[in-house]
């Protein structure tokens, strides 16, 4: 997001969902569409149906490259090769938009000197995809006017994930595809509510609105809004609070997160909240974290309370409550009202509407959305400054938010950790369509634990013959911060030399394994790459074992 | 842009009256437009025209026979009628066929779903047409372990939405048509189970059936009021970031009456930006609701590191005076607040509000920064 907001002026799809349909050139990189956002999905089945192209770049066969014009299949990790190769290609080939980048653009000279030295050639050694293919996705991307760039967690969950960011939106800015309908950029939300929450403020640099704490201008506007002094220095990052919790960090509040499910690297995490103060957890269930809380406030499910989520294309819909909580649990934003109360805020809030209204009427772009005006037109899309504003269906049209948008070069940097002797794979960690998360949800029900059921890791079949193990064998994952338990399945998804894990499994967490590291600008840690080793175990193999919806390539002579 | 035909206002009539439409449009699409009923049943507006049906035949001047109106193009000059003695006859013999391969049972067909053929039969008063009742031919899949999608051929008319929802739209093609004749089905290649198919488990065949004969299992396992005595709430999806909207359809008396979530339904296609589409979340996954883990009551650690439930007071008195001794002692930045992006905007603004404007610290985060 911190890429995107430089980059043009907003952290948000350009694009809405229901451009997707008619887009003539989709270009879907680090994103498993049809599980992690499987409705959207489906409007890219039907764009290609309709005979659009669709390339489709990830380390792993998905089921959306089962259907793409072209799989760019990369080595983990060498986004950045690739997409500098296309700019390359853009650039050397003279198709990029003249006239675009002299009105809108900014530091095209530099990129174009940047990626001078990425040939296709060079980056088929790197990167493994077959410079034949780059210069295809080169030019059938520039060429196509209503192209558009689909990306999620593949992109951003890797120390060099804003550089990779910086090198997508460098092809979006030299081709000019942004500020039309089905052209554009668009990070795919991995939860309901991602863009909701930038927007709101829950952010150690941000103020609701994107205004920064460190702008003076902002932080006055807010301390007359509020009444109090406020600090103008930033917070700390998500990932820098994590790695100081125990020592800097004393005291946690955490609401509606199992954060020793999902956050890299846990065991350290873990030895730092039994060193915590005071730990106050806020969930519906008790999580992982709870272990460790000192006072645990239970709180309402979405569909026993009122307020609103934002979506992906930044439209804002109304959460309704249907039904109550059960015992005594609350909505989550009556309980942060009364502790406000308790611990010295007098808030003088009654409802959802309220706190939206609070919230809106210091931020120009969502002035004009209230509970009542979504309740009347449906969900909206900002930027919506008067209770007239139609809302907002592509962003950039006409001028890029930003004023120009700004190109940066970036050079490419290797993953923190590569295989080498001792730890020779490659690990990714990912999503699946039948689980969610830390999967305190979707493991209670029945039906989707009968789909999956246990762990697994998707191994091919080389790797696992050369180290004996059979598919359906238990194993053991190990790297250099720790070790699961799970079941091996012989897959021809993952590339030889890599391995893939979903996160979703409390007794198998992938995140024991992952790396802390984190990217420079954002501090996201990189979940998609470390290096790790795989053994059998002597166990019986599972013979009911169905993992997921793709594995038709599992040819059991390997 | 200056080619004449473009600019020329292309018209056709329709029951009597002149009316405008554009290229592309069917008759179909032309007559919703304006307002004029036809009925359809193996129409869905986000497939592509099957034509299979002939619920939809209406009468075209100069045709010999009638036509279907979801699969005709409209073209200028057309004269239409929708309504005449010959459509009305055709229409009522071929919903009086339909009654007699459909169960009569009201009752259990509402209790599978929103019966569509049913309520046609009703309206065009075709049930003294049937030629009683006849049972299928076609074959079932009792053995189909899959947890949430059941099909009763009895209640089948292979208008083939279903086979063509999960090619066309969900394009898993895990569904297919089978056998011949009279013992045509739906069923998957060989007969399997749906867990083992290319099926995601959506759920899309369940919501465009017109005649509750792809049905969802657990409702029907669990003794579902029919329909019209649940309550429809419209709201968006806890999932991922797609914000489907989707409907809570809720007993109102279950749960003691603090009401329960027995189905979740998706709205009509082209109303929202999920185009009346879910995924296997989406639609089945609920339980976790109401489910015997969730939290009910404020807990606190004692002094024997076990947790005990306590009062709403107590935890948030508690709660307050935890994070302000920890402020006291170590300062406002030894402070964290974590909050999330799977709750409210409002939530969030609020955990900013509080971090900030109450504690006095900046330390104010959720895991979706990327």
Known sequence: MAGLVTTFGAGAMTNSIGEIREADCLFVIGSNTTEAHPIIAMEMKRAVRRGATLIVADPRAIWLSSIATRHLQLRPGTDVWLLNAMAHVIVTEGLWDRAFVETHVEGFEDVAAA?????PEEAERVTGVAAEDIRWAARTYAQTPKAGIYYTL????????????????????????LGRASAGMNPLRGQNNVQ???????????????????????????ERAWGVPLSPTPGMNLNVMMKRVGSDIRGLFVMGEDIVMSEPNVARLEEGLNRVEFLVVQDIFLNETARFADVILPAAAFAEKDG???????????????????????ADWEILVELARRSGGAWALSSAAEVYDEMAKDVPR???????????????????????????????????????????????????????????????????LYHYNAATQTRRESGLAAKQQEAWVELHPADAKRRGIGDGDQVEVRTRRGAVTVRAVWSRQVRRGAIWMPFHFAEARANLLTNDAGDPVTQTAEYKVCAADVRRLDAPPSPSFLPGSFYRDRDPEG | MNDPNRSRVLTLTLDGLEVPFSEGETLLDVAKRVGVTIPTLC????????????????????????????????????????????VERHRKGLLGLYATDHPGDRAAAERRGPDELLAMIDRYGARDEALGALSSLRAGRPKDANPYIDFDPEACILCERCVRYCDEVEAVSAITLAGRGARTTI??????????SSCELC????DTCPTGAMAEKLPLTRGLRAERELAKVRTTCNFCGVGCQLDLNVDPGGRDGRGQVVKVTSPAPGTTTNDGNLCVKGRFAYDFLHHADRLTAPLVRGADGQLYPTTWDDALSRAAQGLLGVKERHGADALGFVSSSRCTVEENYLVQKLARAVFGTNNVHQCAAT
């Open chain 1, 366 to 432: 969502f002035a004009g959305l209230s509970h009542a005006r979504l309740a009347r037109e449906g969900g909206l899309q900002w930027p919506c400054p008067t209770p007239t504003h139609p809302g907002t269906r592509f962003l950039h049209e006409g001028r890029i938010l930003r004023g120009k948008g700004l190109m940066v070069p970036v050079a490419y940097r290797q993953s923190l950790e590569l295989a080498d002797e001792l730890y020779p794979l490659v690990l990714s960690t990912g999503r699946t």
């Open chain 1, 154 to 177: 593949g992109i951003t969950e890797h120390s060099h994930g804003t550089d990779n960011v910086y090198a997508l939106a460098n092809l979006v800015l030299m081709t000019g595809h």
């Open chain 1, 196 to 222: 909701g929450a930038n927007d709101a403020g829950a952010s150690p640099i941000f103020l609701p609105g994107y205004q920064r704490v460190d702008d003076p201008e902002a932080r006055a506007r807010y």
């Open chain 1, 308 to 330: 609103t989520f934002t979506n992906s294309e930044r439209r804002v819909q109304l959460v309704r409550k249907a039904v109550e909580p059960p015992g005594e649990a609350r």
């Open chain 2, 187 to 196: 069923s998957t290649a060989d007969g399997i189970g749906l867990l083992d």
């Open chain 1, 115 to 119: 990626v001078a030295a990425y040939t």
């Open chain 2, 203 to 206: 759920g899309g065949c369940v």
């Open chain 2, 43 to 86: 129409h869905d507006p986000r497939l592509e025209p099957a034509g299979v049906c002939r619920t939809c035949l209406v009468e075209v001047e100069g045709w010999r026979r009638l036509a279907p109106s979801c699969a005709t193009q409209a073209t200028a000059g057309m004269r239409v009628t929708t309504d005449s003695a010959r």
